[in-house]
């Protein structure tokens, strides 16, 4: 069946333009995480959807970044005048989210590299 | 302090050998490990979850120390496709948010 899908796989964008990136997780999967990897770090939790709902925004790095999802399914993340530091891959994972044990699968990401 | 620390390696072993490495993490009421595994340029992929007990999956065997708050993972007779990068994954309690390492790069050499 298929997997989390991002898209674009690749953006390059000047500094100060706003990005969208999707995310189109697992059919029936109710939770979603986005998440960031910055060259040779590890992932850093950026927010997470129950549903359509985000109990969790707290590793928004800033006003600049925001995040939705409709219909219970696709998500988009929204980083508002890019800066240099943005520049890194966006991962999005999905769960069948019953509970907090359970496997998350992720997408390929989106490189963002801001100029 | 940060909530997961790992060694960040790497580790260069020959084929056949045994590697084993540990991921540290602060808060004691955690309930969920995994190990996932990164290769270069790729997403991040759940190799095994770490259960009380100690676990094992073919040449990998995973633990958990709970008095000092680390779990491991051991490779045994390694061999040139478990290069990688290695992430160990630890749950926050009470929410679903996955706390991850950095990563401890893994080289087996022919």
């Known amino acids: 069946g298929a997997g989390v899908s991002q898209s674009p796989s690749n953006k390059v964008t000047e500094k100060g333009k706003d990005v969208e990136l999707r995310c189109d997780p697992i059919?029936?999967?109710?939770?979603l995480y986005w998440y960031r990897q910055s060259l040779g770090q590890g992932l850093e939790f950026l927010i997470y959807f129950q549903g359509n709902s985000a109990p969790d925004k707290s590793g928004l790095p800033s006003d600049r970044f925001s995040a939705e999802r409709t219909g219970g399914s696709v998500s988009t993340l929204t980083i508002q005048r890019t800066q240099q530091e943005d520049s890194a891959v966006y991962l999005c994972a999905s769960s069948l989210g019953q509970n907090p044990h359970e496997k998350l699968f992720f997408g390929s990401g989106t490189q963002l590299s801001v100029l | 302090r940060k909530e997961v620390e790992q060694d960040p390696g790497p580790f260069n072993v020959p084929e056949g050998a045994t590697v084993a490495f540990n991921c540290t993490y602060s808060n004691s009421a955690s309930q969920s490990f995994f190990w996932y595994r990164q290769d270069c340029r790729k997403e991040p992929k759940l190799l095994m979850s770490?259960?009380?007990s100690g676990n094992e999956d073919g040449r990998f065997t995973a633990q958990l120390n709970r008095a000092s708050q680390y779990i491991s993972l051991l490779i045994r007779d390694s061999k040139l496709s478990d290069s990688a990068t290695y992430l160990c994954?630890?749950?926050?309690?009470?929410?679903?948010?996955?706390?991850f390492g950095a990563g401890t790069t893994v080289t087996v050499r022919a």
């Open positions: 059919s029936g999967h109710t939770a």
């Open positions: 994954a630890v749950n926050s309690p009470n929410d679903y948010k996955l706390s």
């Open positions: 770490v259960y009380s």
